[in-house]
């Protein structure tokens, strides 16, 4: 279930125009990135939707009602991706909120999965997040406007995660490089905001070949819906990170108190084994 918007935690769309008016979402074709968008969409903010899949992009857009939508389909996991994304992006005019969601993740032993797989979780979790994020950078050097920055994370920033060892090691690259920006641009117009999600209800899991997930971890998975709302708030107001859900804060916190090889074991435990069968290429 979304959140309850309250009116303590309600962003009004005056309050969203006013701080931007076009946003790029990357990985837009499902989950927390098509939750996003509707987010976005309902505060009254133009989109530039992209990902791999157009008739999913298409279903999408079809959802965010009252704004100006555009598709730009794109495989980020393709080296220079990023860059021709921008070009035609910013086509249509500047970018004043970004939104680097796209990534993907397997489940298993890293010795189990070929190098090729590898190679794309780099180049779209890291290295594509990074030249969209140079991008938004440079273009926005010049203007005194205020622009937003939204980088998803995970909790698996916190710890390493065996039979997803590159996944979260790529997720705590994205955490530490969003805290260096949001520090850089401190006193800024530019906000740079890291969210860090536990387990969500999306496709994600399907198609990393999750695992027999143990109580704690289904205790504790949120709704896209719910994780969308608390990272564009968060966003909207200039934090630095933010994990959304009380035992996935709890959590991240408290591992800070455990010895690095336990965590890793906590986490094996609570994640459990991975399937017999690991689907093929990512779905967005």
Known sequence: MAAPHDKENDLSTSTAVSIGKRALVTGASSGIGAAIARELAALGVDLVLTARRRDALDAVAATCKGVKV??????????????ELWAAATAGGPIDILINNAGFGYFRRFDEVDWARDAELIQLNMTSLVALARCFVDARKASTAPAHMLNISSTGAYQSVPNMA???????????????????HRGTPLSVTCICP???ETA???????????????????SAEFVAHAAIRAMLRGKRTVVPGL?????????????RR???RVATQVLGKPRLALPARRMT
């Open 204 to 222: 994600f899991h399907a198609a990393s070949g999750g695992g027999d997930y143990s109580w704690i971890a289904n205790a504790s998975t949120k």
């Open 198 to 200: 536990g387990g969500t």
């Open 262 to 264: 336990f965590a890793s």
């Open 70 to 83: 555009e598709i730009v389909t794109a495989d980020l996991g393709k080296p220079d991706a990023a860059r």
């Open 166 to 184: 590159l996944y979260a090691a790529s997720k705590a690259f994205v955490r530490n490089f969003s805290e260096g920006l949001h520090d850089e």
């Open 247 to 259: 035992f996935n804060k709890l959590s991240c916190f408290g591992v800070r108190f455990l010895t």
